[in-house]
């Protein structure tokens, strides 16, 4: 896999974790809620279960890219186990992108932000 496969998978799991921070970490301040399109404090307080929960997935799906550079890195065996990991992660992360995308126009940003980076790493793993 390529050097560049790696980075970018890198900067799409350091992605995921900032998303994580928001949503399961910083929800209650509305400087971060307000970025999701949530207007009010009450909205926030009934949304947070849900985004707590949401950020763990990014997380988790994080922590899987990460994994996988690092067995990547190990090489032998473990360079096949990571690549396959990269590959289900990348894979998550540009589902969820596009899902997002069809949720409305005002979410197209968001989309593209976990899309573009994960697409990438995906498509850089799939030709390693």
Known sequence: MTIAAQIVASIAALLHVVFFLFES???SRPAVYRRFGI???????????????????NLALAIGLLVGVV???LGG???VVGRAI?????ACMSIAGIVLAT????YRRAAAIQFIPAAIALVLALLA
């Open 86 to 90: 990269i590959v289900f992660a990348t």
């Open 103 to 106: 949720t409305g126009p005002a």
């Open 71 to 73: 067995l990547i890195g």
């Open 77 to 79: 065996d473990c360079f």
């Open 25 to 27: 970490v910083l929800w």
């Open 39 to 57: 207007r009010s404090k009450e909205q926030a307080d009934t949304i947070r279960p849900m985004a707590y929960n949401q950020g763990f997935y």
